[in-house]
């Protein structure tokens, strides 16, 4: 069984900077792709980021592209999302996501195994 653990939320303020950490488990991820989600109240889940875990390439979502990072440590089994130059707009709870196989994808349906998700606040 596939287990997502999410950590590194928190409240910052606009400008500043977070980063958010997934410890993944239960499997060897090697032919996975996993990414990172939002869903602020009264939203639908939102992507924010993808990775394949075996080769590391990325994808963001435009709303995003330029202020966030995402990287995985394979021997650690971790993924990571650093966040700079926050906005209010990006408050909301952040969720680890992976699905088999090695295409990312950008719709929540795609994603087979969630985490809990970690509270991201930006104050102004």
């Known amino acids: 069984q596939v287990l997502l653990v999410e950590s590194g939320g928190g409240l910052v303020q606009a400008g500043g900077s977070l980063r958010l950490s997934c410890i993944a488990s239960g499997r060897t991820f090697t032919n996975y792709a996993m990414a990172w989600f939002r869903q602020a109240p009264g939203k639908e889940r939102e992507f924010v980021a993808a990775i394949r875990w075996s080769g590391g390439s990325t994808y963001y979502a435009d709303s995003v592209k330029g202020r966030v990072t995402i990287s995985r440590d394979s021997d650690k089994n971790t993924m990571s999302l650093q966040m700079n130059s926050l906005k209010p707009d990006d408050t909301a709870v952040y969720y680890c996501?992976?699905?088999?196989?090695?295409?990312?994808?950008?719709?929540?349906?795609?994603?087979?195994?969630w985490g809990q998700g970690t509270q991201v606040t930006v104050s102004s």
């Open positions: 996501a992976a699905r088999v196989g090695f295409a990312t994808a950008t719709t929540a349906t795609a994603y087979d195994y």
